[in-house]
């Protein structure tokens, strides 16, 4: 058996390369239609509320509150720690985000604690948004 | 119109199950259809339908070569894994109650387990914004089904309160039941909860034994008409009703941007289909095939489907009552936790069992079963019934 390494850098289809294009400027984007002024929750091409083609990018400000979790232990997956955490987060602009979740061991992450972004550059110098816990107030 | 019962299951073959056939998938798919084929009493110049999911490697143009097949009038594959499971029944289910076909032969085969595990980690992406959809869960390292749907059932968890030992008690009836069934991986090993609480975590909160067995082999069907079943070699298994589903926001993998995580309202939206086309409810069906990938979604789709009300299914699995005997048996055969991961389709042959009467774990006297598919993806379901 044979574990998959690290895939192939991310496809920039015209429809996502805002979003990593973004990435590589450690910000992380969403779309904002600049019709009905909603909030996308993921990449595409047409506001699924009004149908409009226009929008505008707008960057998120980072903080967020987890939303779910798990806690990768199996198989080992590299460049990840094992074991690692990710999540989905409920960000303060009203969309969702998924990242892995840096410097929190697995018995501290919870449903609901406040995360903020971080920015790591992989080995071939791409970057790419983790969260980490936010900073106490 | 509706579908109901207007097409039935006349034929049902399968290999065994297995962690290596040492075969090719291709034999393995034939070694079912024909298998299929002689229990219907009909023969491979009588097929004119081929249906399975997109996720098969065998090509309809390989099997009906080797089949010294004649006119194949219609193929189609159902998408998105495991969710595909029901899908082949619509398919097949509209061909023949259309006119369109007389015969359709639905197959899946597999050497998933010897030849490239699902749990080992996704490959290269599809150069497609699906692709690209995909690819930013698995740069933040969900790289496997365990995990993909490990994010689900923490909310799961978190919003009705159900616990890993809630889960176990699904992973201690599966394998209760494939003890007993001699086609099963686990055949004559049953746990206990301690057992399953012992096992180690693969994606917390999923540990080893709430995971689906991967295995090799490959389950047959051959739908026709129910009136032409009448006339062939067993007694017809009625399709009730047949559907797929996505429902608003719904992705396939990492479908985390819908409000409601804890819900599987791709599955409610099936079910709200199969009872509408059947005009059965949740209380006519005598056993439920409940695709259990990862054992926790046995109680997601409990609610989805609606046998209990939201949150109520850790209570709804106590006490056996989803055990042979109980109120509601589920996965008689052990489930794929228990019996093999043939990706669903394993299921569909327990229910055509159950409702011949010739299962090892007989729900006795019955009538009216559910088979249904995987959730965290586009799923699909039916029911099935005899008169």
Partial sequence: ????????????????????????????????????????????????????????????????????????????????????????????????????????????????MRVGLAFVTEEDGFVLHHFVPAAAP | MTLAGKAAIAGLGYTEFSVASGRSEVQLALEAITAALADAGLSSRDVDGMVTYTADKNDETDLHYNLGGQDLKFFAKGDYGGGAACAPLLHAAMA???????????????????????GAGTGAPRASSSGSFAQLHTLQGIRTPAASIGMLVRRYMHETGATSADFGQVAVSARKHASTNPLARFHGKPITLEDHQASRMIVDPLRLLDCCQESDGAVALV?????????????????????????????????????????????????????????????????????????????????????????EAKDFIKGGNIE??????????????????????????????????????????????????????????AVLGVD
């Avoid at chain 1, 294009?21 to 019709?35: A, S, T």
């Avoid at chain 1, 009004?50 to 990018?57: G, Q, Y």
């Avoid at chain 2, 949740?282 to 095939?289: G, K, V």
């Fill in chain 2, 324 to 381: 042979l005997g109980g109120g509601l048996p589920v996965n008689t055969n052990g489930g794929q936790v228990g019996e093999a991961y043939i990706h669903g389709m394993n299921g569909i042959a327990e229910a055509v069992r159950q409702l011949r009467g010739t299962a090892s774990n007989q729900v006795v006297g019955a009538r009216n079963a559910l088979v249904t598919a995987g959730i965290g993806v586009p799923t699909s379901g």
């Fill in chain 2, 96 to 118: 023949v109650a259309t006119g369109v076909c007389q015969a359709v032969v639905c197959y899946r085969a597999m050497n998933e387990r010897s030849a490239y595990r699902f």
């Fill in chain 1, 1 to 112: 058996m044979t574990h998959s390494a690290v895939p192939p850098r991310p496809l920039m289809t015209e429809d996502y390369a805002y979003f990593l294009e973004g990435l590589q400027r450690r910000e992380v984007l969403v779309q904002k239609c600049d019709d009905c002024k909603r909030l996308r929750p993921l990449p595409g091409p047409m506001c699924p509320h009004c149908h409009s083609f226009a929008w505008t990018a707008q960057t998120l400000g980072g903080g967020g509150t987890v939303y779910s979790y798990i806690v990768h232990h199996h198989p080992p997956i590299p460049p990840f720690a094992t074991p690692h955490v990710v999540a989905v987060a409920d960000m303060d602009e009203g969309v969702r985000l998924t990242a892995a979740l840096d410097d929190c061991a697995p018995d501290d992450v919870a449903i609901g």
């Fill in chain 2, 223 to 311: 739908i026709t008409s129910t009136e032409r079943a009448r006339d062939l070699a067993q007694k017809p298994v009625l399709i009730r009703s047949a559907s797929q589903g996505i429902s608003p926001r719904h992705f396939s993998m990492y479908s985390y941007y819908r409000s409601d995580l804890a819900f599987a309202d791709d599955a409610a939206l099936v079910g709200r289909e199969l009872w509408h086309q059947s005009g059965l409810s949740p209380a006519d069906i005598d056993l439920a095939i409940l695709y259990d990938h990862f054992g926790p979604s046995v109680l997601m789709q409990l609610e989805a489907y609606g046998f209990c009300a939201r949150g």
